[in-house]
């Protein structure tokens, strides 16, 4: 069965504190795997697209990076503005419209 | 932002009653999608379609009917609400093929006493 799980569910963080999220998933084969941010009341907001094991996307202090298993998205001197639920979620090779997602990670990053 | 409203943003309503929630785009998107947020469950498809009259089921649509008369427009229906349906609703498209990348609405949250 198609399965993505993020951890950890929740994380706390310092300003300047760097740290790492989580996305480990299985399917049976990877068309595609997705970085979302969602704030509070607002909807998912893209972040980064990878398709293939070592590659990797920055944007800002965001860095996310793909294996065979799962995905990392590292965040370098975090800043309070950062603090948000960050969604993971693949898209399997034998579907070309579903999305499979993640509980998310909700981070806090405290000034 | 990907030109996506939905509407209402917030609803209440009984069990038992009908209830309608819109999604309009102004970009020409062919590819669009209904997805729920539950706390637990991260998001879970309902229904997508991939052009007008062109309408297809997702994981969780037992309970939920969808129609695209228009190209902006892709409305979905609870034909007799539950308390199971209270949730966050997002509307999703496409830019390009379905398998780019989807770009969500800001959401409705709807609760069904």
């Known amino acids: 069965e198609d399965q993505v799980t993020q951890s950890p569910e929740a994380l706390r963080l310092q300003e300047g504190e760097s740290s790492s999220l989580n996305c480990s998933y299985t399917?049976?084969?990877?068309?595609?795997l997705f970085w979302y941010r969602q704030d509070p009341g607002k909807g998912p907001e893209f972040l980064f697209t990878?398709?293939?094991a070592g590659e990797e996307k920055e944007k800002e202090r965001l860095k996310a990076t793909l294996t065979k298993k799962e995905s990392f998205l590292h965040i370098t001197a975090p800043k309070p503005e950062d603090s948000a639920t960050y969604l993971c979620?693949?898209?399997?090779?034998?579907?070309?419209?579903?999305?499979?997602f993640g509980s998310g990670t909700r981070l806090l990053v405290r000034p | 932002d990907a030109g996506i409203t939905q509407s209402p943003r917030h609803k209440v309503t009984e069990t038992g009653t009908p209830v309608t929630l819109r999604c309009h785009q102004t970009?020409?998107?062919?590819?669009m999608y209904w997805y729920r947020q539950d706390p637990g469950h991260g998001l879970r498809l309902i229904h997508y379609?991939?052009?007008?009259?062109?309408?297809d089921k997702g994981e969780v649509s037992d309970g939920y009917s969808v129609s695209r008369s228009k190209t902006e427009d892709f409305l979905l229906t609870l034909e007799s609400a539950t308390s199971s349906q209270t949730s966050v609703y997002f509307c999703?498209?496409?830019?390009?093929?379905?398998?780019?990348?989807?770009?969500f609405g800001p959401g409705t949250r709807l609760t069904v006493l």
């Open positions: 979620a693949v898209q399997p090779a034998d579907s070309s419209y579903k999305l499979i």
């Open positions: 399917v049976s084969g990877l068309r595609g």
């Open positions: 990878l398709y293939s």
């Open positions: 970009e020409n998107h062919r590819y």
């Open positions: 379609s991939y052009g007008v009259k062109d309408t």
């Open positions: 999703a498209i496409t830019y390009g093929s379905g398998t780019d990348t989807q770009y």
